[in-house]
């Protein structure tokens, strides 16, 4: 236990790309660019769902839920890489870099729920219409999204106090942008073999249990879209889900590919690239995803712009 705590270090350093000077400049305009789409398009669908009263539903309740973790996922990593992108010690403090870890952790295992549970609500909307209401009630709405927001931060914690248990012998450069898991496992100076095998099993719950309910449900709802006897019927029914499933495949594949395989498979540039994708594109394209193959949202966006019209004049 001495060694463990001897070997906590009061700061990280946030090693980036930072052998690659040249890439800092175009990077920090990406970054930025991206947190300000990520930002105004995830608020905008936030506001147009709380403000129109079309949009009161399940649906778009689950989806004003995953647009509020992806901002605070964003904002909990990218103000901290860009700071370090314009300085000469890029680095982030003990307390900090924990921070850091528990809250973009919890969020991405709150996300693998919602998109779960946002399967669940098409399954139920499609397979069983007639019950909708009936099952898919204001109370059961807020228990799943509950339930989402408080397994991942559970989970969270679980899974960074043992990580933050692993000896680190001194070494505080982590070869990332930010404090995520798998980049400070590379930093142990023992054996994480036991741990990596702990790890995996937790993740079971909140990746591949998730994806499989998704499978199971997209199954179901071919099977009654393929059964609509109107095209228009069909189209906007595999519209609505389409932008679901394009959702989930950006989000689990990456998310799969950085947890679900040990550290040392992955390289050092590899594992940076395919977190910089779900950890600020996917959030950005989330809101594009929705607005641009949603009729509803397009149409919501249309009313509430017509009515900050008529106020103006």
Not at 42 to 61: E, G, Q, R, W
Not at 154 to 159: A, F, M, P, Y
Not at 190 to 218: G, H, M
């Given at each position: ?48 769902a709380h403000l129109d009263s079309k949009l009161y539903t399940p ?255």
């Amino acid at each position: 236990m001495d060694k463990v705590n001897e070997s906590i270090p009061w700061e990280f350093i946030l090693l980036g790309f930072s052998d690659r000077p040249w890439l800092e400049l175009p990077l920090f305009v990406v970054f930025l660019v991206s947190y300000i789409l990520t930002m105004f398009g995830n608020l905008a669908i936030i506001l147009v769902a709380h403000l129109d009263s079309k949009l009161y539903t399940p649906m778009y309740f689950f989806l004003t839920n995953l647009s509020l973790v992806d901002l605070c996922y964003t904002t909990s990593i990218v103000p901290q890489m860009l700071v370090n992108i314009c300085s000469t010690r890029k680095v982030i403090s003990y307390c900090g870099c924990v921070a850091q870890l528990i809250i973009s952790l919890a969020l991405g295992c709150t996300e693998c729920l919602l998109l779960a549970v946002m399967s669940f609500d098409r399954f139920v909307a499609i397979c069983r219409p007639l019950h909708y209401s009936v099952l898919m009630n204001q109370r059961l709405c807020l228990q799943l999204a509950a339930a989402s927001w408080i397994s991942g931060f559970s989970n969270s914690v679980l899974q960074s106090s043992l990580a933050l248990q692993i000896p680190l012998c001194g070494h505080i450069e982590v070869d990332h942008f930010f404090c995520e898991i798998p980049a400070l496992l590379k930093l142990s100076c023992v054996d994480i073999t036991a741990y990596e095998a702990e790890a995996f099993f937790i993740c079971v719950p909140f990746l591949l249990l998730p994806l499989t309910l998704i499978l199971i449900s997209y199954t179901f709802i071919v099977r009654a879209v393929l059964k609509i006897q109107s095209a228009e019927g069909r189209q906007k029914a595999f519209g609505i889900c389409g932008s679901h499933l394009i959702v989930v495949s950006l989000f689990y594949g990456t998310a799969i590919y950085m947890y679900l395989q040990p550290p040392s498979s992955t390289s050092k540039d590899q594992g940076k690239m395919v977190s910089l994708f779900y950890g600020i594109i996917t959030p950005m394209l989330n809101p594009l995803i929705y607005t641009l193959r949603n009729k509803d949202v397009k149409e919501a966006f249309k009313r509430l712009s017509a009515r900050v019209f008529l106020i103006k004049k």
